[in-house]
Nanobody, 123 residues
């Protein structure tokens, strides 16, 4: 069983930066594909970025060029570096993992989820 714990959320002004971490325990982390999703109030959960087992990464169009996802298998951690933040980036950010090579933008295909961390961007 894999447990995921996110950290690093907070309040930031528009144009600022934040870095999120997703630390895993249990299971074999290097065999997991990991993604970040976010959910704003009244909206559906949406895919933000994913990193495959190989290290290849995917991004939603809304964050491409501003966010960077990375992983450190030795530390069993996936990071999401967010820059040029906008008020519309405000949401609860959750990491999710599945025992596949590649990620996918579909939440129901993930087996493991963290509890989420709040990111608030003020205008």
């Amino acid at each position: 069983q894999v447990q995921l714990v996110e950290s690093g959320g907070g309040l930031v002004q528009a144009g600022g930066s934040l870095s999120l971490s997703c630390a895993a325990s249990g299971g074999q982390f290097s065999r997991l594909a990991v993604s970040w999703f976010r959910q704003a109030p009244g909206k559906e959960r949406e895919f933000v970025a994913g990193i495959h087992r190989t290290g290849y990464s995917d991004y939603s169009d809304s964050v491409k060029g501003r966010f960077t996802i990375s992983r450190d298998n030795g530390k069993k951690t996936v990071y999401l570096q967010m820059t040029s933040l906008k008020p519309e980036d405000t949401a609860v950010y959750s990491c999710a993992a599945r025992p596949t090579i590649v990620t996918a933008p579909i939440p129901r295909t993930y087996d493991y989820w963290g509890q989420g961390t709040q990111v608030t961007v003020s205008s």
